[in-house]
């Protein structure tokens, strides 16, 4: 197998000077260069990645920790991170971590021994273990739909979800819906607590006090929103519009009433959150408040590598604006459907 020795003695220079070559330093002359790729060609020589990566101490890797590949909300976001960095250069790492801590835990270790140049992540558990291997690592980090806890001084980029719920809860007001449900994601989320809050909030604006009975934490997937759709008709029989803290509970809740033929919206209005692409298949049609989830995803990718290139370990913070997306699953509250079924 060919070296860099190699190239140097059949083009007769130093092989400091090949490796100035191969890694574009100013004080090559561009002949120079131009000889020594075409002496790899000839040699068929491919450059040692780690070493040039100990040369010029960076390895163009990034790493990206989503808690959920399978959640199509993550891999959309997931795919604008790789397309903005691959275009400058940069190889993405991914992490599937599958919300477990242990998983996360072993991929801010394995950052640190891979030498990466930065990473992008989604933590669902921040312990103190966590967040000590967080401010070990001298490489910039951005979080992507989450927020860092503030001692960590790290960059973020969300949606403002208090305000995405309260412009959901302000839309199922203005059709005469005074009791409307909750499903919401696992309690100790930060996302499914600010849109919690938008819910509760809302309510106490327009003198309601929350009922309990209407209220179900229950998870993340189709299967809990089923579930919890079931238990909240059971438990608050005169609600009348139900907001479900992601579009696939949303579904799930959906797919509850339609297997136990309750009108929607007839009987009940449902709305969600994410705008995932199924949320607008014609069978489905669900109203839901809209996160750029590709813009999410190159800010962050460009955030990141405003911070490599700078050398930063801090940069402003990004927040978004969400989007109220009416379609077919909410109607007024005496609609000419209403309670039919």
């Not at 590949?69 to 275009?87: C, G, K, R």
Request: charged share 25%.
């Amino acid at each position: 197998m060919p070296t860099i020795k190699d190239i140097a003695k059949q083009l007769g220079v130093s092989v400091s000077t090949v490796s100035r070559a191969l890694n574009n330093h100013p004080d090559i002359r561009e002949e120079t260069k131009q000889e020594v790729l075409e002496a790899m060609k000839r040699f068929n020589y491919t450059p040692n990645a780690v070493a040039r990566s100990l040369i010029q101490r960076k390895s163009n890797t990034v790493g990206l920790m989503i808690p959920d590949i399978t959640d199509p909300f993550f891999s959309a976001m997931a795919h604008d991170v790789e397309e903005v960095l691959s275009e400058n250069g940069y190889q993405v790492v991914y992490v599937n971590t599958s919300r477990r801590p242990d998983k996360e835990k072993r991929f801010l270790t394995s950052v640190m021994e891979r030498k990466m140049d930065g990473i992008i992540v989604t933590p669902d558990f921040l312990d103190e273990e966590a967040i000590e291997l967080l401010q070990r690592l001298d490489i910039p980090v951005v979080f992507l739909r989450r927020r860092p806890p503030a001692g960590l001084g790290m960059p973020f980029v969300d949606v403002n979800h208090y305000e995405g719920t309260c412009n959901a809860m302000d839309y199922l007001f203005s059709l005469g819906h005074r009791r409307i449900g909750f499903i919401g994601m696992p309690r100790y989320s930060f996302t499914g607590q600010e849109r919690y809050r938008g819910y509760v909030d809302s309510l106490n604006r327009q003198g309601i006090e929350p009922d309990s009975k209407a209220i179900s934490w229950n998870g993340r997937t189709i299967e809990c929103g089923y579930k919890a759709m079931g238990r909240l008709l059971q438990d608050a029989p005169d609600m009348t519009a139900v907001f479900a803290a992601n579009d696939l509970l949303g579904i799930g809740a959906l797919e509850y009433s339609a297997r136990h033929h309750i009108a929607v919206p007839g009987r009940i209005s449902v709305i969600g959150f994410d705008n995932l692409e199924m949320t607008n298949l014609h069978w489905i049609k669900l109203s839901t408040v809209a996160q750029p989830r590709k813009e999410m995803g190159r800010q962050a990718a460009e955030l990141l590598l405003q911070m490599m290139q700078s050398n930063q370990r801090t940069a402003d913070s990004i927040i978004l604006d969400t989007e109220l997306i009416i379609r077919s699953t909410c109607s007024p509250v005496n609609g000419p459907d209403d309670n039919k079924e």
